[in-house]
């Protein structure tokens, strides 16, 4: 079964790569437990692969700071 998001997904990741951390939580919290997994994995590669813009690496690390500190 696929998981679905109840946003469209571009303004799911506007909101998880917005470095707000509360718009950050509440996207996150809209997924479910495996999409939630999925964006953590992505985010960790946005944050540490090479080949990412500098703000593109900084949102997802900025977003990572949000969701752990929560």
Same mark, same amino acid.
């Given at each position: 079964?696929? =998981? !679905?998001?109840? *946003?469209? &997904? /571009? /303004?799911?990741?506007? +909101? *998880?790569? =917005?470095? $707000?951390? %509360? *718009?950050?939580?509440?996207?996150? @919290?809209? @997924? /479910? +437990?495996? !999409? +939630?997994? #999925?964006?953590? =994995?992505? &985010?960790?590669?946005?944050?540490? %692969? !090479?080949?990412?813009?500098?703000? $593109?690496?900084?949102?997802? *690390? @900025?977003?990572? /700071?949000? &969701? !752990? =500190? #929560?």
């Amino acid at each position: 079964m696929k =998981s !679905e998001i109840p *946003i469209p &997904l /571009d /303004d799911f990741w506007d +909101q *998880i790569l =917005s470095r $707000q951390p %509360e *718009i950050i939580r509440l996207a996150f @919290a809209q @997924a /479910d +437990q495996m !999409e +939630q997994k #999925n964006v953590l =994995s992505h &985010l960790k590669r946005m944050a540490t %692969e !090479e080949g990412w813009h500098p703000q $593109q690496r900084a949102s997802a *690390i @900025a977003a990572l /700071d949000a &969701l !752990e =500190s #929560n």
